[in-house]
């Protein structure tokens, strides 16, 4: 079984402020994605990343994945109240289609 | 492109009654859509794999009889709770997976139903 650990859980921070998401696992992923969900929506695919060692960009929101395909992180810069939200980490491992997803984080930036 | 919609957005329903929840992708053929339940704040627990024209997949601990899933084409999957009771109250999410002309899979989701069991 494959797990993803995601961290932190919670992420309470003022605006402007930079934060980093991690996700880390024991397994290699041919691919992971970033999902940022508000409440009462569906996950929106922010990015997915692929190639060992890439990093990839989005305005603020910078991601990137490990040179093993084991972990991934999710740094945003100058963080705003429109940030808010469930970040979701998910790997595709060996179930090919079937998503592996991180706990999530909390993500509150206050004005 | 790669839009998924589910309808309805929520339901609310008697104990007992059965509701049937539709996942199509608007755009796209999917090769595979996929069931979540998702508990307040928490991240997505996946239910079943469903692919059209098959038997779908059930996750550990998840009741087939209870939660059944048809996958009538490649645009269309449905779920039906059958004899639905409080504790199946929840965030039911379904996907779909894209992957002609990738050579990766990703999921896009739709927007989400809410079932409230009275």
């Known amino acids: 079984t494959q797990l993803l650990e995601q961290s932190p859980q919670f992420l309470s921070i003022q605006e402007g402020e930079n934060l980093t998401v991690y996700c880390n696992s024991s397994?290699?992923?041919?691919?992971l994605q970033w999902y940022r969900q508000e409440p009462g929506e569906g996950p929106v695919l922010l990015v997915t990343v692929v190639t060992g060692g890439e990093v990839k960009k989005l305005k603020r929101l910078t991601f990137q994945f490990g040179d093993a395909r084991k972990d991934s992180s999710l740094h945003i810069t100058a963080a705003q109240p429109g940030d808010t939200g469930l970040y979701l980490c998910?790997?595709?491992?060996?179930?090919?289609?079937?998503?592996?997803f991180g706990q999530g984080t909390i993500l509150t930036v206050h004005p | 492109g790669a839009v998924v919609s589910q309808h309805p957005s929520w339901v609310i329903c008697k104990s007992g009654t059965s509701v049937k929840i539709e996942c199509r992708s608007l755009d796209f053929q999917a090769t595979t859509m996929f069931w979540y339940r998702q508990f307040p704040k928490q991240s997505l627990m996946l239910m079943a794999t469903s692919n059209e024209g098959s038997k779908a997949t059930y996750e550990q601990g998840v009741e087939k009889d209870k939660f059944l899933i048809n996958h009538a084409s490649l645009t269309l999957s449905t779920l039906t709770v059958t004899s639905a009771h409080p504790e199946d109250s929840s965030f039911y999410i379904c996907?779909?997976?894209?992957?002609?002309?990738?050579?990766?899979?990703?999921?896009?989701f739709g927007p989400g139903t809410r079932l409230t069991v009275l």
């Open positions: 996907s779909a997976s894209l992957l002609e002309g990738r050579s990766y899979n990703e999921q896009f």
């Open positions: 998910a790997g595709d491992g060996t179930s090919y289609g079937k998503l592996t």
């Open positions: 397994s290699v992923f041919s691919s």
